[in-house]
């Protein structure tokens, strides 16, 4: 069975404002880049791409920007990620405030179980990607 999950990976208009903001928000390095001229694939793909880590892998979120690819990412409903700690979870939700996003207190959906010693914010990146923050 699957013990853990790798990576993420989101199609953006902007790379460079997707890595801005998540590096400001989250924390996240760059790790990587590739661009669409560095090898054939890429160049078959017209696709260039950005990988974000925390520290602990290579990469934890990879942006991807295809230069042909229309997305809607009006369809794709959320995505959550567990926060370490509560110094951790305040860090990002000031972060978040003071770079004027739009945050949604609690969880992104209603019925989702939340215990009453959790905490839970969610807010849209800058391509409309949902994300949903927990503190457990």
């Known amino acids: 069975m699957v013990s853990k999950f790798q990576h993420l990976v989101f199609y953006v ?6 890595r801005a903001f998540f590096s400001q ?11 669409p001229d560095s090898s054939a694939a890429m160049k078959l793909a017209n696709q260039e791409m950005r990988f974000m880590s925390f520290g602990f892998y290579h990469h934890d979120i990879c942006l991807v920007k295809h230069r042909k690819l229309q997305f809607d990412n009006e369809s794709l409903m959320h995505y959550t990620m567990v926060i370490r700690d ?29 215990e009453n010693h959790w905490k839970a914010f969610c807010f849209q ?8 923050l927990i503190l457990k």
Request: net charge negative; aromatic share 4%; proline share 2%.
């Open 13 to 18: 208009n902007d790379l460079e404002e997707s």
């Open 25 to 35: 928000l989250l924390d996240l390095q760059l790790s990587a880049l590739n661009h």
């Open 86 to 114: 509560s110094t951790a979870y305040d860090k990002i939700l000031v972060n978040a405030q003071k770079m004027g996003i739009a945050t949604k207190e609690g969880r992104m959906i209603k019925s989702a179980k939340m």
């Open 125 to 132: 990146d800058p391509n409309k990607h949902w994300i949903e």
